[in-house]
T-cell receptor
Framework: NAGVTQTPKFQVLKTGQSMTLQCAQD?????MYWYRQDPGMGLRLIYY???????DKGEVPNGYNVSRLNKREFSLRLESAAPSQTSVYFC???????????FGQGTRLTVV | ELKVEQNPLFLSMQEGKNYTIYCNYS?????LYWYRQDPGKSLESLFV?????AVKQEGRLMASLDTKARLSTLHITAAVHDLSATYFC????????????FGKGTHLIIQP
């Protein structure tokens, strides 16, 4: 099993450009998440999707949009990238409450 | 707002020694998770603690949860170099929101 797969692994954007980070899981999990990790900050939740067809804001949603395309896929879009969005982005999924989340390998995004 | 505080944030120790990482959180919760992250890598689930008094052990690591004190500990016994990593605790957000709130992480270096 591949688990949680993110693409791309690395990306450099210019300020104002847009891009979509892709995430897919093959574990038949209901819930999916996008986090960002900044040095010394731990991980912070951007958006989550508790089930197919639903999405909700997390702790730091500004500047991002998401789409839960189907049960497997959850994408994160930056409409107009800003240097403050330079970060490592992790997608995660879990089956139900009370279980651990599984994380993808991360996307290292730099906005110049 | 849920806050999760880990201490210490940085720990350098010698092989063979014992040490404890502490995780305090600010709201009632009986679900706490420990993760490990190696440099440039994803997060790996270590322990899932789901009730007051829960204790789990894997090799030289043991985690416990005291929901009354809102405290979890990760104890390292007879540390070895391979345990060098960053360790995160995380708590379910609760309040109708899905997702985890993470501590800032403990960067652990174990020297031969």
């Amino acid at each position: 099993n591949a688990g949680v797969t993110q693409t791309p692994k690395f990306q450099v954007l210019k300020t104002g450009q847009s891009m979509t980070l892709q995430c897919a899981q093959d574990m038949n999990h209901n819930s999916m998440y996008w986090y960002r990790q900044d040095p010394g900050m731990g991980l912070r939740l951007i958006y989550y999707s508790a089930s197919e067809g639903t999405t909700d804001k997390g702790e730091v949603p500004n500047g991002y949009n998401v789409s839960r395309l189907n049960k497997r896929e959850f994408s994160l879009r930056l409409e107009s990238a800003a240097p403050s969005q330079t970060s490592v982005y992790f997608c995660a999924s879990k089956r139900v409450l009370n279980t651990e989340a599984f994380f993808g390998q991360g996307t290292r995004l730099t906005v110049v | 707002e849920l806050k999760v505080e880990q201490n210490p944030l940085f720990l350098s120790m010698q092989e063979g020694k014992n040490y404890t990482i502490y995780c305090n959180y600010s709201t009632t919760s009986d679900r706490l998770y420990w993760y490990r992250q190696d440099p440039g890598k994803s997060l790996e689930s270590l322990f899932v603690l789901l009730s007051n008094g829960a204790v789990k052990q894997e090799g030289r690591l043991m985690a416990s949860l005291d929901t009354k004190a809102r405290l979890s500990t990760l104890h390292i016994t007879a540390a070895v170099h391979d345990l060098s990593a960053t360790y995160f605790c995380a708590v379910d957000m609760g309040g109708g929101a899905d997702g985890l709130t993470f501590g800032k992480g403990t960067h652990l270096i174990i020297q031969p």
